[in-house]
């Protein structure tokens, strides 16, 4: 059972537009929730987070919004940029007693210049 | 922020045979973790390793398949015994720096076995 979905494989946007990027989650006693960018042959880079006491986090370009009742969160890149190309992927933890974190399948964003 | 080196960064290796993947952070860390990344799949966490008690496994991943050696707060080793091609993954070290729940990753290992 897939707790961390990515639906969205893949995503092509234009750059200086915004993209979007998706994650849907089913456990509802994660509570804190990340998002990691990956190049190729390197390993994940932590970008954002947010705790489920917000519902809007942001850091320069990239804004992350949480949906608690949903149980959607999304990550917004506002202007992309081509050095965003990459895969991202959405994580979620439980933060009572462990350090666990449940990804999901990540998200392939490409910005076209 | 801490960071993290592998060695071997890729490898063929034949079915049957062992490989042990080497994970070096610059800084002293009480937590490490080992993920496997599978074709086309999300990080699967394989076990957390702490330094001076067995590493605890996740639910699917077992201590004599995947062996974990944690001598110090700077490395840990993580070997994948008695390969067969299901064990083609990209294998990730990790850290938690006691920072808010963010790990630092390594560049990974990628294994292919033949």
């Known amino acids: 059972d897939q707790q961390v979905k990515q639906n969205s494989p893949s995503l092509s946007v234009q750059e200086g537009r915004i993209s979007i990027l998706n994650c849907d989650y089913t456990?509802?006693?994660?509570?804190?929730f990340l998002w990691y960018k990956k190049y190729p042959a390197e390993g994940p880079t932590f970008l954002i987070s947010i705790s489920s006491i917000k519902d809007k986090n942001e850091d320069g370009r990239f804004t992350v919004f949480l949906n608690k009742s949903a149980k959607h969160l999304s990550l917004h890149i506002v202007p992309s940029q081509p050095g965003d190309s990459a895969v991202y992927f959405c994580?979620?933890?439980?933060?009572?007693?462990?350090?666990?974190?449940?990804f999901g399948t990540g998200t392939r964003l490409k910005v076209l210049a | 922020s801490a960071v993290i080196s592998q060695k071997p960064s890729r490898d063929i290796c034949q079915r049957g045979t062992s490989l042990t993947i080497q994970c070096q952070v610059d800084s002293q860390v009480t937590m490490m973790f080992w993920y496997r990344q599978q074709p086309g799949q999300s990080l699967t966490l394989i076990a957390t390793a702490n330094q001076g008690s067995e590493a605890t496994y996740e639910s699917g991943f077992v201590i004599d398949k995947f062996p974990i050696s944690r001598p110090n707060l700077t490395f840990s080793t993580l070997t994948v015994s008695n390969m067969s091609p299901e064990d083609s993954s990209i294998y990730l070290c990790?850290?938690?720096?006691?920072?808010?729940?963010?790990?630092?990753f390594g560049p990974g290992t990628r294994l292919t076995v033949t």
């Open positions: 994580a979620a933890s439980a933060t009572s007693g462990t350090y666990k974190y449940i």
């Open positions: 456990n509802s006693m994660f509570d804190y």
């Open positions: 990790s850290v938690d720096t006691g920072g808010p729940y963010e790990q630092y």
